[in-house]
C-alpha cells in the first residue's frame, strides 16, 4: 500500500472521532479525502501564511501553533495550538483575506491540502459538515474570547493555572502514584507556554517552579502532570466561574 493510501486511511480513522466530521456518513467522508491532497511539514518548520488564501489544511496528526509576533519587539503570543481535527487558515477561508501569522509545526505535521473554494463548496454539498462548522467556529471564536479576558483580568499564576487546568485528562495510576495527566501541552517549552497566555518566559518559569515545589504540579523529561488537582483549581479561577 502507497504512503498517500495509508494516510488516507488513517485520516478517516482520526477524523469521525473529532467533532467536525464526526457525524458524516463513512462514505462521504471517504470521498472527501479523496479529494484532498496529503501534506507533511517537519518540527520546526514554519509555514507561509499566504497559502491560507488558497489552501485549507485539516490536521491529521501533530501539533501547529499559530503565533502573532510584533515587529518591533519580536514578542510572539500564539492565537491557537491546533491538533488533530483543526483546519488551518480559519480565517482566510471565511472572508478570503490574507491572515497574517506565523503557524509553527511543534511536532511532525501530517495534514491534508485542500482548496478554499472546494472546502467552501463542501459546506454546501454536504448539510452535516455545515451543520457542524458553525459549532467549530464558535469553539474557536470563545478561545479567542477567554484568551483576551485572560490577558486583561488575571495574573500569570491564573492564567498558567487555567491553561493546565483545560488540558488536564481523567486520573490515571502510573508506577503507583497518583497523578492527573495532561495532554497537548504535556510537554511544551516554558517558552511556548508563556506564548499560549500572554505573557514571557522567565515569568512562566518562575509560576511552574512554584507550583512544583508546593508539589502541585510534576514535570519529569519534559512532560507535565498534575498532582493535586484541587490545588490547582485554587490557583486558577475555577472557583470564581
Known amino acids: 500500500m502507497k504512503e498517500d493510501q495509508r494516510l488516507l486511511l488513517r485520516a478517516f480513522d482520526v477524523l469521525r472521532d473529532v467533532s467536525l466530521f464526526r457525524f458524516l456518513d463513512a462514505e462521504v467522508l471517504q470521498s472527501m479525502l479523496a479529494e484532498c491532497t496529503p501534506w507533511h511539514w517537519e518540527k520546526t518548520d514554519t509555514i507561509d501564511y499566504r ?31 491546533l491538533k488533530e481535527g483543526d483546519l488551518y487558515d480559519l480565517f482566510s477561508l471565511l472572508d ?64 498558567i493555572s487555567n491553561l493546565i487546568l483545560k488540558h488536564v485528562l481523567p486520573k490515571e495510576v502510573v508506577k503507583d502514584e497518583h497523578y492527573y495527566p495532561v495532554s497537548l501541552i504535556n510537554n511544551l517549552s516554558h517558552e511556548s507556554l508563556s506564548e499560549l497566555i500572554g505573557s514571557v518566559r522567565s515569568v512562566v518559569s518562575t509560576q511552574m517552579h512554584k507550583l512544583k515545589d508546593e508539589e502541585i504540579i510534576i514535570s519529569k523529561r519534559g512532560h507535565l ?4 488537582l484541587e490545588k490547582l483549581m485554587k490557583k486558577s479561577d475555577f472557583f470564581n466561574e
Open 96 to 159: 478570503d483575506k490574507e491572515h497574517v501569522s506565523f503557524p509553527i509545526a511543534l511536532d511532525p505535521v501530517t495534514a491534508l491540502r485542500i482548496p478554499v473554494k472546494r472546502m467552501r463548496e463542501w459546506m454546501c454539498e454536504y448539510p452535516k459538515f455545515n451543520a457542524m462548522f458553525l459549532p467549530y467556529l464558535g469553539a474557536k471564536m470563545r478561545e479567542l474570547e477567554s484568551f483576551s479576558e485572560s490577558v486583561v483580568f488575571h495574573d500569570t499564576l491564573t492564567r
Open 51 to 81: 497559502t491560507g488564501t488558497q489552501y485549507c489544511y485539516i490536521i491529521v496528526s501533530g501539533r501547529l501553533k499559530v503565533t502573532q509576533v510584533d515587529p518591533n519587539t519580536g514578542r510572539s503570543i500564539a492565537l491557537f495550538l
Open 225 to 228: 502532570a498534575v498532582k493535586d
